[in-house]
């Protein structure tokens, strides 16, 4: 999988509300980072919305972007979830969530207004967001035992590396971010050195 070396996100959760002939909808744009927190979020909207008549989101994942979803809940298919992530697309960003919450107000809108308006809720959530352009890492771990601490973390100064956990023990744990062009050098500095460890824990 080639990822490309950077990618847009959102930095800030917004609301947005948007009206059309007494139907409110009602917009979330939320950072993520997985499906887990997906689910947690939209519970959470459900939860807080308990009487509304659907909750429509798309989603999209991952620093190519090929992860992604729509989602209509039971209103006419591609009429709101198909909408909400083309609004995420057109921002261009990844790792972002949107949902729209419909409270129906008695007049049918349409197919076409109900695209019209889950557009609308989308992009206007997506207005008030703040976007940050994050560098794809390579995360490893490292797995040595006690003796060898001073070593290592002389290596993690000198090469400066991004060291996103730690625990020492006896037996010690290091987890550093490296780009991955630069994954194959910081592998070879482990060549020379005995009882060591070392896990590719994720790119992202």
């Given at each position: ?15 947005s ?17 997985s ?9 959470a ?22 992860h ?16 909400i ?22 007049t ?17 959530a ?13 995360y ?58 070392i896990e ?5």
């Amino acid at each position: 999988m080639n990822l490309p070396e950077s990618y847009k996100v959102i930095a800030t959760s917004s609301t947005s509300l948007f009206k059309d002939r007494g139907s409110k909808f009602i917009g979330y744009a939320e950072p993520v980072s997985s499906e887990e927190e997906i689910k947690e979020k939209l519970d959470a909207i459900r939860s807080e919305h308990p009487q509304a008549r659907h909750v429509c989101y798309a989603f999209v994942l991952l620093p190519d972007h090929s992860h992604y979803r729509a989602a209509d809940d039971g209103e006419p298919n591609n009429s709101a979830g198909v909408p909400i992530l083309n609004q995420i697309r057109s921002l261009e960003v990844t790792n972002t969530l949107v949902a729209v919450v419909r409270y129906f107000g008695g007049t049918k809108l349409g197919v076409p207004g109900l695209i019209n308006a889950y557009k609308m809720a989308a992009a206007l959530a997506l207005e008030e967001v703040k976007t940050e352009i994050k560098h794809v890492k390579s995360y490893y771990n490292i797995h040595f035992e006690y003796p060898l601490m001073n070593e290592i973390m002389r290596m993690a100064k000198v090469n400066n590396w991004d060291v996103t956990h730690q625990r020492f023990e006896l037996d010690c744990d290091l987890e550093v971010a490296v780009t991955p062009h630069e994954s194959d050098q910081f592998l070879e500095q482990f060549n020379h050195i005995k009882n060591i460890e070392i896990e590719h824990v994720k790119t992202a």
